[in-house]
């Protein structure tokens, strides 16, 4: 395992590794072995129940509530940091991923006086600089010590002013802990529309077993086979095995989902004369063309779950990262494709769409040029993407 190390003080960190084996351990699982607390990320490996042997190399920090001059005084926190700020505050450092994915990376904050933990999307974060604060609410530690398991959506700015992506915290009490870790190796790369998602299915999965009760699995029609099945010469559950342990190919199939979606819908319309996905880094995902007309691009983009207000979705409508030097970057260009197209699953849980023209989205107010992120999908937003379509044809 080759991941950058940190010394840290074995006395300050101690209490985080106890938390997590302690919680490990309260859900019956079988500590293997544990990394010692003075080096940081914290390395655990451990059995589960049902005989599943599992690791997490946990980026874990202490989270508290101290009043600060200037900030709220219901505000929580974690600082993500570990060294010097003098000499590692300057770095970007990168969040391990297992290449092989038997081990689940962690980026999470633990209260250990008030007894839980919170939790980012170390995907999302890496790479990271140390010496950054991971704020949330009173009002989400309520929520997590009343239920147990709790999500929620984070804003925040960088510091030229300038908003970040939106991304999800999930909270939980000790005895959720191996549920998160399960959800953490789940959610890997999903967009945060739908790692909300995930993580509400998880508490409702919470709640079932809570009461006792069993969650119905799906029904599977007896005797059925798929064609691939068939061909590969495996079952249905062996080949979702397959991609399960894969990492380069369950990525792929979670990367492709919407847009496999989006693109057997626009393929349906039988006045497009082509359709056809681009898999080029940095491209638009999809172009179709109608017969005479110029080709038109199109970029697919997964809501939030939450909405706002008046119950319009939420579309976080920027790059992951911007360009170094150039913060407005992180932010899309009307010219870089024509059509936007929204993907309600997040919410819906149903693969549908809705449609714009980018050139008729509003401008970003502090970067001229720029499509804002904070998009409204709303009743302006077309279900029948060929208008749209026909629209940026003939512009």
Avoid at 275 to 304: H, M, T, W, Y
Wanted: net charge negative; with cysteine; proline share 6%.
């Amino acid at each position: 395992m080759e991941y950058r190390t940190y010394s840290v003080q074995r006395h300050a960190r101690e209490p985080l590794v106890r938390f997590m084996r302690e919680a490990l351990e309260a859900s019956g699982c079988r500590i293997l072995k544990a990394s010692e607390p003075d080096h940081a990320p914290f390395r655990l490996t451990f059995e589960v129940p049902d005989g599943e042997r599992m690791g997490i190399v946990a980026y874990a920090f202490n989270a508290n509530q101290r009043e600060t001059k200037n900030r709220p005084e219901d505000e929580h926190r974690f600082q993500v940091k570990y060294g010097s700020e003098q000499r590692e505050g300057k770095e970007l450092h990168e969040l391990w991923q297992d290449p092989y994915e038997l081990y689940t990376t962690l980026l999470v904050g633990i209260n250990t006086e008030r007894g839980f933990f919170v939790a980012a999307d170390p995907v999302l974060h890496s790479p990271t600089r140390f010496f950054i604060s991971m704020e949330y609410k009173e009002e989400h530690v309520q929520a997590i010590e009343e239920s147990g398991w709790h999500a929620w959506e984070r804003e925040k700015r960088d510091q030229s002013g300038l908003e970040e992506p939106t991304e999800v915290l999930v909270g939980g009490k000790p005895e959720q802990f191996l549920e998160y870790v399960r959800f953490e190796r789940a959610a890997k790369g999903l967009s945060q529309g739908h790692r909300s998602l995930l993580a509400d299915k998880f508490g409702d999965l919470s709640a079932i077993r809570k009461a006792g009760l069993e969650a119905p699995g799906p029904a599977v029609e007896p005797g059925r086979l798929h064609d691939l099945a068939a061909e590969f010469e495996l079952t249905t559950d062996e080949i979702l095995d397959l991609i399960q342990s894969a990492p380069r190919l369950k990525m792929a199939v979670r990367g492709w989902v919407a847009e496999r979606h989006l693109v057997e819908q626009l393929r349906a319309l039988p006045e497009l004369e082509e359709c056809r996905p681009l898999e080029g880094e940095g491209q638009p995902d999809v172009e179709v063309r109608l017969p005479g007309q110029a080709p038109v691009l199109i970029e697919c983009k997964n809501i939030l779950r939450d909405t706002y207000a008046d119950g319009s979705y939420k579309l976080d409508f920027q790059r992951t990262r911007a360009a170094k030097g150039d913060p407005c970057s992180r932010y899309y260009a009307p010219s870089e494709f024509q059509v936007a197209a929204a993907c309600l699953h997040p919410r819906t849980e149903q693969w549908e769409f809705r449609y714009a023209l980018t050139r008729e989205l509003d401008e970003h107010q502090k970067c001229p040029g720029r499509i804002s992120n904070r998009v409204k999908v709303n009743q302006g937003w077309a279900s029948n993407p060929l208008d749209i379509i026909r629209s940026a044809s003939q512009a």
